[in-house]
């Protein structure tokens, strides 16, 4: 009779736990999507931006997850690092970040100081983004013509 209780125990606390385990694993799925799994896509314009003008460029990057695309970022949240550049390029800077289709950010870029110009050629650009709702990385591409 003994090891009979003892077993129904064991059964009885092995029911508890699991139950509690599913109830874990269901509250972290659903939060996963919002906080989990960003994709990032980039795609460039020159825009105006041409080699010897200070012109603005446009970097664009669509930000999205399972759940749809991710709105309403702060400009904050996304650096842009030059990975190559023409030879003797200037140093470029984000110049701002706007929102301007729902989960898609237009990254202005423009030569560091007045002084700089754009160089003609391919840059390579790093876009890293960091936020509330998770981190990513993505390669762009940006040809300045003559």
């Given at each position: 009779?003994?090891?009979?209780?003892?077993?129904?125990?064991?059964?009885?606390?092995?029911?508890?736990?699991?139950?509690?385990?599913?109830?874990?694993?269901?509250t972290a799925s659903t939060l996963a999507p919002t906080t989990q799994g960003l994709i990032l896509q980039t795609a460039s314009?020159?825009?105006?931006?041409?080699?010897?003008?200070?012109?603005?460029?446009?970097?664009?990057?669509?930000?999205?997850?399972e759940a749809g695309s991710v709105r309403g970022l702060p400009g904050?949240?996304?650096?842009?690092?030059?990975?190559?550049?023409?030879?003797?390029?200037?140093?470029?800077?984000?110049?701002?970040?706007?929102?301007?289709?729902?989960?898609?950010?237009?990254?202005?870029?423009?030569?560091?100081?007045?002084?700089?110009?754009?160089?003609?050629?391919?840059?390579?650009?790093?876009?890293?983004?960091?936020?509330?709702?998770?981190?990513?990385?993505?390669?762009?591409?940006?040809?300045?013509?003559?």
């Open positions: 009779m003994k090891q009979r209780r003892v077993v129904r125990g064991f059964i009885g606390t092995g029911v508890v736990v699991a139950v509690a385990l599913a109830a874990v694993l269901l314009s020159p825009e105006a931006a041409a080699s010897g003008n200070r012109n603005e460029a446009a970097l664009f990057v669509s930000v999205y997850n904050g949240s996304f650096s842009v690092a030059v990975l190559t550049a023409p030879t003797g390029a200037a140093p470029i800077v984000k110049s701002g970040v706007t929102e301007s289709v729902s989960g898609i950010y237009r990254i202005g870029l423009t030569p560091e100081l007045s002084a700089h110009r754009w160089s003609s050629g391919t840059y390579i650009l790093g876009v890293t983004l960091t936020s509330a709702n998770g981190s990513g990385i993505a390669l762009a591409e940006l040809v300045i013509e003559r």
